[in-house]
């Protein structure tokens, strides 16, 4: 009789493609303490700044006996948790292929498990594994292990040592770690029941920022459900605890009913600017609740009590909040200015777990708990959309009405103060003031149409930048294949083959990405808020933004800056939109036909003078020519076949909306086109 046999660099493959990522294979030991019963669990990390340190995950679970060693832990594939049996403390388990651990205990050359079965007081098994004896092996099973029995006078629990670490903690795996530790059981739930620690300075300062509850100052508290027979309801509160908006599931679904389990979805969305928190009369600012949302922010998935990744992470916009914003960003929330659960039980397993324990596989169930999520999100933004179009209508008929009146009363006092003689002078002035006022008026609405083109060019593009980054994301992701697959078929040959062909994609594809995060940057809310702008900061992060711009065009950038920190007054939205469309300027210079092509050179310099800052973007391109210099100035206005006319348009008009002014030199100092905007300088 034959049997299928496994080579030991199974082990390895399984430890590495499933779980890749250090910090998530202690994770996963740390799970299987929260199934045991444990109320706490430690983490400690001893020497791991270097190769050959240790790590040591402790708990007060229920702990191992013999068999459940034998048939349980040392069995991979298959755990006794699939069987779904309620633990003691009521909790279902959270794992079901009995896979998670074997990354982690794979991190060094030795594991040692030491378990106090609470069913057997004094008692204690231990087990130690050499992975260095599976290379001297031909098949997995032929590498035994002996479990050891022996007294002692510890509480009952399990301790894990994996030591002689073959990778090194920084101090940022750390500091993930820790986050991750203390997300990974809900930290504003007090009904969790599982406390867990990190051993490491960065823990506490770590857990200090998240430990922080700023709940109080979120403007709107979102309450929603699904309950077993799939019907939802939500109600949105506002920071009073007032409810403003209740709906029952038709409100919230157009759709039957969601096909999930009983979920829970709590929101709190907040307002991050000085004058939501003036009016609360509070000590608290809003830059601590920023500094708190940045820790904390996002909306995380908790199934079964545990938090299940990357939902909520930093890089993942699961429920395409700011996706949404994009659309109506004065009633949407973005990942950064929300802190949200979604809790689901899930006691018959309809949500599955993919292998790599990274999310769910995509089945109807996680769909429908998904779209759940989603409508409710949309829902609070039609009700808050129709309260602020409510207003906008009412102050749009008003403004009719006021003018009416404030005229009338004009002309009243006119008629009441001032004498005979003088009243044709005053009327005459009052009318030659409505006449400027009308011309006003019919100015700013031929500019409102021009932005509306312009903000539904944005709104467009950043839907195009959205959906963008889902296959760029997979030539990232195929190209990491590539080069595992490649090494290990190929070995030394792989680099010949296949070497620079993949580092190409890798490098395309970390462009793209930046590409398509460009115009979600720009579009942000809070940089439309008028206040004091540090100027160099700015800069810098638009140059930053735009490096792959100008690493694809070969074009050296030099930034100058003048050695102070200058600020403006206005807001950052004003002054991207200026050096933006400068530094695109530039970029299309170096590609009209007969344009250079080697040594391409964009200078950003400032100066200051008085109290007046300078902004130069000067180019060593071909200058500006076949168009009038006062031209260039005007909407539609272009000398490029494919170009639009509203870059200095709008560069123009930002610049004069904070009281600047803005020239062009044809031929400047470098041989092309140079502007020079000039800025009012403030005390920061």
């Not at 983490?43 to 050959?52: F, M, P, S, W």
């Not at 933004?381 to 009338?408: C, H, N, S, Y």
């Not at 003689?421 to 609405?445: D, G, M």
């Not at 036909?593 to 007046?612: A, C, D, K, L, Y």
């Amino acid at each position: 009789m034959m049997h299928f046999k496994f080579s030991p660099k199974i082990l390895q493959r399984l430890g590495e493609e499933l779980i890749p990522n250090p910090d998530q294979g202690i994770i996963e030991l740390v799970k299987n303490s929260y199934d045991a019963d444990a109320t706490e669990c430690t983490v400690e990390l001893i020497k791991t700044n270097a190769i050959g340190g240790l790590i040591i995950i402790s708990d007060n679970g229920v702990g191992m006996d013999k068999d459940a060693i034998s048939e349980g832990w040392l069995v991979l594939g298959r755990s006794k948790k699939a069987i779904r049996e309620v633990t003691q403390l009521g909790r279902l388990p959270v794992g079901n292929k009995g896979l998670g651990r074997l990354a982690a205990l794979q991190m060094g050359s030795q594991v040692l498990l030491k378990t106090r079965p609470k069913d057997e007081p004094g008692v204690e098994y231990s087990l130690t594994i050499n992975w260095d004896d599976f290379e001297e092996a031909d098949v997995l099973e032929d590498v035994a292990f002996d479990v050891q029995k022996s007294i002692t006078d510890k509480e009952y629990g399990t301790d894990i040592i994996v030591s002689n670490l073959k990778k090194i903690f920084n101090k940022r795996d750390i500091q993930r770690l820790a986050r991750e530790l203390l997300l990974l059981a809900d930290p504003f739930d007090n009904h969790v029941g599982f406390r867990l620690k990190l051993i490491a300075p960065e823990f506490s300062e770590i857990e200090k920022q998240v430990n922080n509850a700023y709940f109080d100052y979120a403007e709107y508290h979102l309450q929603a459900s699904i309950n077993e027979f799939g019907i939802a309801e939500a109600r949105l509160l506002d920071w009073q605890k007032n409810v403003i908006f209740h709906a029952k599931h038709n409100a919230i679904s157009q759709q039957e009913l969601y096909k999930t389990p009983r979920t829970e979805f709590e929101l709190w969305v907040f307002f991050l600017n000085p004058q939501t928190f003036s009016a609360r009369k509070t000590s608290i600012s809003f830059t601590q609740v920023r500094e708190w949302l940045a820790q904390v922010g996002n909306v995380r998935l908790y199934h079964r009590g545990l938090r299940v990744k990357p939902y909520g992470d930093s890089d993942d916009d699961w429920l395409n909040l700011n996706y949404a914003r994009a659309r109506n960003p004065e009633v949407r929330p973005s990942t950064k200015t929300v802190i949200g659960r979604v809790i689901v039980n899930d006691p018959d397993d309809i949500l599955l777990q993919k292998t790599d324990r990274l999310g769910f596989i995509e089945n109807e169930a996680f769909l429908e708990l998904k779209r759940f999520a989603v409508d409710v999100l949309e829902w609070m933004a039609k009700e808050r959309l129709k309260v602020t179009e409510t207003q906008r209508q009412r102050i749009k008929k008003q403004v009719p009405r006021d003018l009416t009146e404030a005229k009338a009363r004009i002309e009243e006092v006119i008629e009441a103060e001032v004498p005979q003689e003088s009243r044709p002078q005053v009327i005459e002035a009052v009318q030659q003031y409505e006449t400027v006022t009308e011309r006003e008026t019919k100015v700013l609405r031929e500019d409102l149409q021009l932005y509306r083109s312009l903000a539904t060019a944005g709104t467009t593009a950043a839907v195009f930048a959205h959906e963008s980054a889902k296959p760029v994301t997979s030539i990232a992701k195929i190209a990491n294949r590539i080069e595992k697959k490649g090494k290990e078929i190929l070995g030394e040959k792989y680099e010949q083959y296949f070497g620079e062909p993949v580092r190409k994609l890798y490098q395309v594809s970390k462009s793209l990405l930046r590409f398509s995060n460009f115009p979600l940057h720009l579009l942000k809310r809070e940089k439309r808020r008028a206040g004091v702008v540090d100027v160099h900061s700015v800069l810098d992060d638009i140059v930053a933004l735009f490096q792959s711009f100008f690493d694809e065009g070969e074009i050296q950038v030099i930034k100058e800056k003048v050695d102070t920190k200058p600020c403006i007054y206005g807001s950052e939205a004003l002054l991207e939109a200026i050096i933006t469309n400068l530094l695109t300027n530039a970029i299309n210079a170096f590609n009209v036909e007969g344009g250079r092509i080697e040594e391409r050179q964009v200078i950003i310099r400032t100066e200051t003078e008085g109290s007046n800052l300078k902004i130069k973007v000067l180019d060593n391109g071909s200058g500006i020519h076949n168009i009038k210099l006062d031209e260039i100035w005007l909407p539609g206005t272009t000398t490029r076949q494919d170009g639009t006319g509203l870059g200095l348009t709008i560069v123009r008009d930002s610049v004069a909306d904070m009281g600047g002014s803005v020239d062009a030199i044809p031929k400047g100092e470098l041989g092309g086109a140079e502007f020079i905007v000039e800025l009012t300088l403030i005390s920061e």
